[in-house]
């Protein structure tokens, strides 16, 4: 078992939590993450790209000019692709981007995500928002104290120091939620700089692309029961 950092909500340690061996120790192909992800990018394509051809330009339908005696070229149309405002060769037309990518290949993916997170000490376990309601600066003050505390913000910012209520110059973290708790989703929305995540309903490309996963003891339980077994 692999021990995780845990924080509670004013980014102080408070012990640690523990990620199965299955995960902790697994090697990871990153092929498999590029396959994973590029997948979804394509599937979220949505393909509708059009330009016109000679024969779809509006207009055009009278020759130019004779076909002899002018002294210039020959055109039997002002919507050729030569001319200014002519239809377009070989251009896009709308297509399906869909790449067909397995569940249980795309499960796997996401697992390997994870234990790369792992492996790269760059997931930091908390305890939950519990707001009774919505609040965004709530939000804003703990994750902030956390991602400080775990040092997620600190990779090529030596020299530049972060102000504490600001979002400038923030890198972009993940917070992975249990389905319970996604709403305090609300709190978070605002903030720039934070994704929130659905341990049920994980995004390949947000767990990715990121600085560092802040996940809740439910949510970790959630994954590690769900992965280990995929894995």
Same mark, same amino acid.
């Given at each position: 078992?692999?021990? @995780? /950092? ?6 102080? &340690? ?7 061996? /299955? ?6 192909? +990153? ?8 997948? !979804? ?5 949505? #393909?509708?790209? *059009?330009?016109?051809?000679? &024969? !779809?330009?509006? $207009?055009?339908?009278? +020759? ?6 002018? $002294? ?13 405002? #002519?239809?377009?060769?070989? $251009? ?12 249980? *290949? ?26 009774? *309601? ?23 910012? &030596? /020299? ?12 972009? @973290? ?8 996604? +709403?305090?989703? +609300? ?29 809740? /003891? ?14």
């Amino acid at each position: 078992m692999a021990a @995780i /950092k845990t924080y509670t909500n004013s980014g102080s &340690a408070s012990g640690t939590a523990t990620v199965s061996d /299955k995960i902790a120790n697994l090697k990871v192909n +990153k092929h498999l993450i590029w396959e994973v992800v590029k997948a !979804e990018q394509a599937n979220a394509r949505q #393909g509708t790209h *059009k330009t016109k051809t000679k &024969a !779809e330009v509006s $207009g055009g339908g009278k +020759k130019p000019w004779k076909q002899k005696g002018t $002294g210039n070229a020959r055109q039997g149309s002002i919507r050729s692709p030569q001319w200014r405002h #002519g239809g377009i060769v070989f $251009g896009p037309l709308p297509r399906s981007y869909t790449d067909n990518i397995s569940r249980q *290949k795309k499960q796997v993916g996401v697992a390997h995500i994870l234990a790369l997170k792992v492996q790269s000490n760059k997931i930091a376990v908390y305890d939950g928002l519990h707001l009774e *309601k919505p609040s965004s600066k709530t939000a804003f003050q703990t994750l902030a104290k956390i991602t400080e505390a775990a040092q997620f913000q600190t990779e090529g910012r &030596a /020299k530049k120091k972060l102000r504490a209520s600001s979002n400038d110059a923030r890198h972009s @973290i993940a917070v992975i939620m249990a389905a319970a708790e996604f +709403k305090d989703t +609300k709190s978070m929305r605002n903030i720039p700089w934070v994704k929130p995540l659905n341990a049920s309903r994980l995004a390949a490309t947000s767990l990715y692309y990121n600085e560092g996963l802040i996940i809740s /003891k439910a949510a970790l339980a959630e994954l590690d029961s769900k992965f280990s077994a995929v894995l």
